[in-house]
């Protein structure tokens, strides 16, 4: 499998083997500074909207997400190296998984990323002397689609994802922050990741977006997105008709299956511990809540927990019981 390489001096090549090895399909560096100010300021403006619904966390530590070499984030930093992975949906495991958005079909891939971002990690303490790291994989106060832009590893797309060429948006990133004091990457003149510079005047994503949750902007209204809706903890009630639009208990693959820069080669995705949720979604709401709890351990399933994956599944029932209805 090709691997595509963004921003990357002479002194960092050693990285390209050490990125194939680990599954990564896109690797690029840049200097550790603080973001561009037109990105941060746009990324400002939409947490501190309405748009951004319940998801706090995201309005916190704003100074360290506009700059990673905080004391926050890595104090000295130099470097950041960002990764792009591929994933794709396992067809081997049962059908009930098929309610399930591809990248948490399967362990959680956090943990699989993080274990081979850390190999890499210590290769490169290996290669530069007196370095240390830290390691991200969609946590801490990082902008990892800045940062893969900035790196060179892909271009922003309209559904908000990171287009890597010859792969697609159907990656998952991650990021090692280095002090790495002897050797840092030049400043590069970036690839100030002119947005959708890949779309042209393709817009099937948001086209398939089945509750218009994205904008044209590339920015989401997340109170519609069904990822949003089924996979975050929220208190308030989705109205109906984006109840109603719902088909899987965990996530959405809409936008990103949609967009015709997708090639899926190979997947970072490794089968869960326990394959056999239920047999069905009707078997899978009468589950004692404890019991499923535990059979989506070590899944990305686990941080939304059971009770609300029963109460999307019941959601999802009552969809398909009424679109039979209306088909008679």
């Known amino acids: 499998m090709s691997i595509h390489i963004g921003n990357l001096p002479s002194d960092w090549r050693c990285i390209v083997q050490m990125a194939e090895d680990a599954g990564a399909v896109a690797v690029g560096v840049a200097r550790a500074s603080a973001v561009p100010d037109h990105i941060f300021q746009r990324y400002v403006s939409w947490v501190q909207s309405n748009a951004s619904a319940e998801m706090t966390y995201l309005r916190k530590n704003l100074p360290e997400r506009r700059d990673p070499t905080s004391c ?3 104090q000295f930093a130099t470097t950041v190296v960002s990764l792009a992975f591929p994933y794709a949906r396992n067809n081997t495991l049962p059908p ?6 591809d990248h ?13 971002l850390k190999q890499i990690a210590n290769q490169l303490s290996i290669h530069f002397s007196n370095t240390s790291s830290r390691i991200f994989v969609d946590s801490g106060p990082v902008m990892e689609r800045t940062w893969a832009t900035l790196c060179g590893v892909g271009t922003p797309g ?3 994802m990171i287009i890597v060429p010859g ?13 790495t004091p002897k050797i840092a990457p030049p400043a590069m003149e970036i690839a100030t990741g002119e947005p959708f510079a890949n779309c042209h005047d393709c817009n099937r994503c948001i086209e398939s977006c089945p509750t218009h949750a994205l904008r044209a902007d590339g920015t989401i209204n997340v109170r519609k997105c069904l990822s949003y809706i089924t996979i975050e903890k929220q208190s308030f009630i989705p ?3 984006v109840l109603n639009k719902i088909e899987k208990i965990f996530g959405c693959d809409k936008c990103v299956s949609a967009c015709p820069h997708n090639r899926p080669l190979g997947s970072i995705i490794e089968p869960p511990s326990t394959e056999n949720l239920a047999a069905s ?14 059979r989506i351990q070590g899944t990305c399933l686990f941080r939304t927990g059971a009770e609300q994956i029963q109460r999307t599944a019941r959601q999802i029932l009552k969809n398909i019981a009424s679109k039979q209805e209306n088909t008679r």
């Open 281 to 294: 979604l009707e078997e899978l709401i009468n589950l004692p809540s404890q019991t499923l709890q535990t």
């Open 158 to 160: 309209r559904n908000g």
């Open 167 to 179: 792969f697609g948006p159907q990656v998952l990133l991650g990021e090692i922050i280095l002090a």
């Open 96 to 101: 009930i998984w098929t309610f399930v958005s």
């Open 104 to 116: 948490a079909a399967g362990r959680d891939y956090h943990k699989t990323i993080r274990q081979r």
């Open 72 to 74: 926050g984030v890595v």
């Open 239 to 241: 109205p109906s008709d």
